[in-house]
């Protein structure tokens, strides 16, 4: 069985380098910040049964079919058992990640002020949030990644 960790995405402007890394050295203060950071991720993972079920279009006498381009006919899939975050990655969560790698905080525009606060879901664009993946894997050893479509549904 293939144990893999995901965290929800969150989506909206921002550009964030998918292979940002971390500063050579952080100091005790965002090393503490960090290793904060991660205890919470890990403690508000859930822990998903791997399994089969019907994906796709359920087009049929009592269902409306699916006109997307991209969708695909009912079928099969098979996913191992994963882990995913119960939550969303927080501001607060999301800023530790960019002041540890070294990068602007994202949404600090006037235009978000309503919407942004340190227990509102953080809202990176998708480079954002799987850069934020990739150095928590860093950070814990485990294999992060955002969650697949499949795992989504």
């Keep these: ?30 090393k503490a910040r960090v290793s904060a950071l991660v205890e919470r991720t890990l403690k508000h993972m859930v822990f998903l049964e791997g399994g089969s079920f019907e994906m796709g279009d359920w087009c049929g006498p009592r269902h409306v079919c699916d006109t997307e381009r991209d969708s695909k006919p009912l079928h099969t899939v098979t996913l191992d058992g994963f882990s995913m975050m119960a939550y969303q990655a927080t501001y607060a969560d999301f800023d ?25 879901n953080a809202s990176p664009n998708w480079y954002g949030a799987k850069a934020f993946c990739q150095w928590l894997g ?15 549904e």
């Design 96 to 120: 530790v990640f960019t002041d540890a790698v070294g990068e602007a905080r994202i949404n600090l525009e006037e235009r978000y002020a309503d919407r942004r606060g340190p227990r509102k």
């Design 138 to 152: 860093q950070q814990t050893q485990l294999p992060f990644d955002l969650p697949t479509e499949a795992q989504w």
């Design 1 to 30: 069985m293939t144990l893999r960790f995901c965290l929800a995405p969150t989506l909206l402007a921002i550009s964030l380098g998918a292979c940002a890394q971390a500063p050579a050295a952080l100091d005790e203060a965002m």
